[in-house]
């Protein structure tokens, strides 16, 4: 499906399923013909399992976005426990938490697929003296991601919300690697109080590789405790404007809808897909 001069798309994880062919049921049934898949599956597989995996999506017509990467040891729970155990921010886990993104990189790679998604973590305040330190040592992490992701055409996407978009365009800058990008969700911007999701677009313009298709109501204690997903439309995050500031900064790739939360996502992605079409661009 393409509107508006984008595809559009799911993300897997949204459909409440795991098998591929699964995957491609639900998907089919919507009218969709592109996903965004969960890597950290893949990690596990055999090369020619994770041939036969690709393989089931090429014989579909079904085309990758993206993939996406969660870390082992995330804790979603609350704010503060996701800013201490998200990303590449803890010390402890930096090391291997990067070498498992190359390698997910690298599984992408080999079945074409040009962007990974992932959260980076709270990003240490680069202004901020006392956290000077953190933030050399975050932004050398992504830069060891993105350098060792260049030669295969693997572009790193950082998913938006943990940080303000100013941050964010900051961290790209002082990376300075041409594959470090975002992944744009709206939703997530209002779910962590991170800010508004039409400015940041504003913000980040010409780096944004790769895009959810999300909404959410803003907590009453913004960054301290989340916001509530809801149904696209349904929400803060304003379709038309959303979807016209997109237009306006340049963005001309893949709207993939995302849903964690709700009694029945299937039909929550459809009704995202009607409010898609019924936007007047």
Known sequence: MNLFSHDIGVCSWSLGVSDPAQIIAHATRLGLSHVQIALLPLIALSQAERADYFGQYARAGISITAGALQFPGEDYSTIESIAATGGFRPDDRAAERIELAVNAGHIAAAAGIRIIS?????????DDLAQRPAYKAFIRRLTDLATALQPVNVSVALETGQETPEVLLRVIADVAKPNLKANFDPANMILYGSGDPVNAIRVLGKY????HVKDALASDQPGTTWGTEVPFGKGEVGPARFLTALKLSGYKGPLVIERHRGPDAMADIAAALDVIRNIPM
């Open 118 to 126: 992932m959260h980076g973590g709270f990003v240490p305040h680069p």
């Open 208 to 211: 944004i590789a790769h895009v």
